[in-house]
């Protein structure tokens, strides 16, 4: 079987790293041939960095060069593939049915939820399901909407790679409460700064943060900001011991897939989560985590968490047992391969 994959970014993009990249080692161990066409690729990730002035106009003018680069490579290679895994990327002027076309198997994969007004994404979104023979989605709450537009829908949530992200024995003497985002997400700490002060009254902790830009120590808190890097946020979420995840309850997020839940606990951390979406499947509250929506909840939380070391322990080896049993890249892998064999099997 050979797969065509257009993935939206480079390795270093979450969203690409884990809907597309991670899978390609196993996938080759199974004997599938894959060719990967990255529509903002690495470089251009980078420039992403300092997205400000001339740079920014630089970016916008590079960005729609290999857009189309990419979409003629895509056209030209389709007919060569058994199924074309398009990763979050919508085409313009309706160009997905001249794809569809080329080659009527079409996997659109999506983990956020993309079709919500206002994102750039909003009217593309729709067209990429309705040309779609199967989208491959995060959570319930996408795959309820996508319906509407493709009759095969699956959920693949995360996955996570279990044999990356592995538990290590802390040896913090001041509890650590972390959080690993983006500059796109950090807006959501506002969230817990009013129990994290609260905590921190009665309590020495510290709060570590990695992946944000704007975010500023909070007053009365310890707080150690962490740059985000691939090479370092396995290391990042091991020296922690609390990983929490604070939402608005909001249509765009809930459909987000809860992936910093799933790395916490792969490394043996309990949590603490909004319960927004898929987050109330991931936590099972009282057992590998706990879920907090007012802010006494969040403070109760964190106190039994701070207190109990032991409580944290099992908590933690819940969680990792929990990603194993439903969220390990090894089982997702299983059923992505099943998933190509059904779209793959009635090729015209």
């Known amino acids: ?48 960095m300092n997205h400000t002035g001339a740079r920014k106009i630089k970016y916008y003018i590079l960005s729609g060069i290999m857009r189309i680069i990419s979409i003629i490579k895509s056209f030209w290679l389709a007919q060569q593939y058994d199924i074309i895994f398009i990763q979050k990327i919508v085409f ?42 199967c989208c491959i989605v995060e959570n319930e709450y996408n795959k309820k909407f996508a319906l509407n537009y493709c009759p095969n829908v699956q959920i693949i949530t995360g996955p996570i790679d279990t044999d990356r992200y592995v538990p290590k024995e802390k040896s913090n003497n001041t509890i650590i409460i972390g959080w690993k985002g983006s500059p796109s997400t950090e807006k959501y700490l506002d969230l817990i700064i009013d129990p994290l002060q609260r905590i921190a009254q009665t309590t020495d902790i510290l709060f570590k943060v990695s992946g944000t830009k704007k975010f500023h120590r909070i007053p009365g808190i310890i707080c150690n900001i962490v740059p985000w890097d691939l090479n370092t946020e396995v290391e990042f979420i091991q020296s922690l011991d609390i990983g929490i995840m604070p939402l608005p309850d909001d249509a765009w997020e809930r459909g987000k897939g809860g992936y910093k839940l799933l790395e916490y606990m792969a490394c043996g951390i309990p949590v603490i989560a909004s319960p927004v979406g898929i987050n109330k499947e991931i936590v099972i509250d009282g057992n590998n985590g706990f879920l907090a929506e007012t802010e006494n909840e969040w403070v109760a939380a964190m106190v039994k968490l701070i207190e109990d070391k032991e409580l944290r322990r099992l908590m933690g080896l819940h969680a990792r047992m929990h990603m194993l049993d439903k969220y390990s890249l090894k089982n997702a892998t299983k059923k992505l391969i099943e998933i190509f064999k059904l779209v793959a099997v009635d090729k015209v």
């Open 1 to 48: 079987m050979k797969i065509l994959f257009l993935s939206a970014y480079s390795h270093l993009a979450a969203s690409s790293r884990t809907r597309v990249y991670q899978y390609l080692p196993l996938l080759e161990k199974e004997g599938i041939d894959w060719r990967v066409i990255c529509f903002s690729p690495e470089w251009m990730h980078k420039l992403t």
């Open 92 to 133: 313009p002027f309706r160009l997905e049915k001249i794809l569809k076309l080329i080659n009527p198997n079409i996997i659109f994969d999506f983990d956020d939820a993309i079709w919500v007004g206002g994102t750039s994404n909003f009217f593309g979104a729709f067209n990429m399901m309705s040309a779609a023979k």
